[in-house]
């Protein structure tokens, strides 16, 4: 489990059903060239959600992390 870099405590990982899917189709046939992450930032009355998607799950984890995440939501997909 990645640590919040700003608390230094570990970063909770939830499962949901569901989350968008960012990737796209060009994405997947350029993977074995590029780590790449898509992110979608959305304001709300509670505060920022930050939703991120890649074929490299461990990415998205350290990002959130380094950007203060209390808690990360992830699918099982496969």
Known sequence: MEENS???QPVKTSFVSYLPD???EEDYLLSSEQKKIRVRINMNNEGVDILGDSMYAYLIEEL???LGADEI???LCG
């Open 73 to 75: 939501e992830r699918i």
């Open 22 to 24: 960012l990737i796209t």
């Open 64 to 66: 959130m992390a380094q």
């Open 6 to 8: 700003i608390s230094n």
